[in-house]
C-alpha cells in the first residue's frame, strides 16, 4: 500500500470529510477521493459508502485507519532513524576480541545512558567477528592484527586503527637470562615448543615471521585462548608463547621484551562500507576513536 494514500485516509476518519482534508494537507478533494478509491483498489475492500452527500468509512476503512496510525508512526520512527541530522537511536551490534572490549566498549558506556543508543556486544576472534559483519549480523567489529604480520581486510570494510600494545615472549622464570633484538630471542627459543592462540592465526603468523629470519619455523604444539592458560602452560614448563607487556605477569613466569623490530599488536574498529553514516553506528564509533589507548593488550 501506498503509505501517502494511507495517510489520506487517516486523515479522512480524524477530520469526517474530504473537503477538510484537502484543506489541511493542500491537494484538491477530488486528489482525496482518487487516492483513497486506488488505495481500495490495493487493499481489494470498499473503504468508503456514502451517506447522502458526503461519505464515511466502512468498518473496513476504520480498521485500515487505525492500522494506518501505527503504520504511519513506524514510517516516521524508521525515517528520523536513518536521517543523519536527527538524534542517533538504535542498537548497534557489536563484534569484539575480550580485551577491545573491556578496553574501548566498557568506557564507553556510561556516557551511552545519556542517549538512545545502545550496545549489544558479544566477544568474538576477529575472524569471526568479520565473518559475522559480512552476514550483517553484527554492525561494527573490534579486530586486531600484528605490524610484523598485517592482515588486509577486503574491500568489503572500512578499518579504522584504534590502539596498538607492545608484546613480549613469556618464557620459564628459570630460563637463562637473554637480551637482544626481537628476531634474536625468538631465534634462541627455536627448539622449544610453542604456545599459540586456538581462535586465531595471527600469534602464529607474527611468530613464524621473526622465525623465518633465523632459517627455523616455530614448533607449534599447544593452542590456548586465555593469557591466563598460555602462562599456566609456561610456568609449568610447557613452552614458550606471546604475551602482552601490560599483564602482570604470574610467578614461574619471565617476559623478554621483544624489540627491533618491535612487536605491536594493533586493534581496529571495522564496519561495512557505506555503513558508517548511520547515525548511531556513527556516534559509537566516533567515540571510540575519539581516544588514543597505547597500553592494550589482547584478551
Known sequence: MDTRRLELLVAL??????REVADELGVTTSTVSQQIAALAREAGTALLEPVGRRVRLTPAGRRLADHGVTILAAVEAARADLDPDAEPAGSVRVAGFATAIRRSLVPLLASLRSTRVQMLIAEH???????????DAVDLALVYDYA????????????????????????????????????????????????????????????????AHSGSAPRIVHRADSLDL????????????LLAESVTVRPGVRLLPLREPDVLLRAFAVVRRGRAAWAPLALVAGRLTSTVDTNGSRR
Do not use: C, K, Y
Request: hydrophobic residues 50%; glycine residues 6%; without cysteine.
Open 125 to 135: 576472534e576477529p575472524a569471526e567477528a568479520l565473518d559475522l559483519l559480512a552476514d
Open 230 to 241: 598460555v602462562q599456566d602452560l609456561v610456568a609449568a614448563g610447557l613452552g614458550v608463547g
Open 148 to 211: 610484523l604480520a598485517p592482515r588486509t581486510v577486503d574491500d568489503r570494510f572500512e578499518a579504522t586503527p584504534l590502539w596498538t600494545a607492545r608484546w613480549g615472549l613469556a618464557v620459564p622464570a628459570d630460563s637463562a637470562h637473554e637480551d637482544g633484538t626481537a628476531h634474536a630471542v625468538v631465534a634462541r627459543h627455536r627448539h622449544d615448543d610453542w604456545i599459540v592462540n586456538s581462535r586465531n592465526d595471527a600469534d602464529e603468523r607474527v611468530v613464524a615471521a621473526l622465525a
Open 13 to 18: 476518519a480524524r477530520l469526517g470529510s474530504m
